[in-house]
């Protein structure tokens, strides 16, 4: 399996990585996204460790089930040969109601292939109210690479 574009990235490859990557997680299909991974891809969420695409899954399902109306930014933050670093928001609420944003950071490394076989995020949720959401399903295509203002 093969998923261009290839490292070693350039801007607009490593913008097109992260794009495609938000748009694959505004989905929430934990088989679609899991297909962007290697087969032993190596992950770090928050305190989780994983290793493989069928605990990836496993993973994104759990998250899903918990994180209702999940809607996600990423940015670009940097790359160099087949690594990229990415800053990212997303909002979702939880069974009771209350609605969170949460701020992070990943680091991404991806094979040959263009398939990512290590990530590393580090997450900070934050409690908000309905009233203070920015983030409402995926991004109309005019605000691709557009990031929201942090505050």
Known sequence: MI??????????????????AEDAWNTRDPERV???YTE?????????HLV???RI???????????????LRKELWGFRGNRIGVRF???CRDREGQWWRSYGNELWEFSEEGL????EASINDVPITEAQRR?????????????LPVY
């Open 52 to 54: 493989g695409r069928a």
């Open 135 to 147: 983030i409402f399903g995926p991004r109309p295509e005019s605000e691709h690479g557009v990031l």
């Open 89 to 91: 928001q997303y909002e």
């Open 3 to 20: 998923r261009p574009p290839f490292p070693p990235f350039e801007a607009d490859t490593a913008a097109q990585k992260v794009q495609a």
């Open 34 to 36: 899991a297909l962007a």
């Open 40 to 48: 032993d891809s190596v992950w770090r969420n928050r305190d989780r």
């Open 116 to 119: 990512m076989r290590r990530r």
């Open 57 to 71: 899954v496993e993973f994104l399902r759990e998250k899903w089930a918990r994180e209702l109306d999940y809607a």
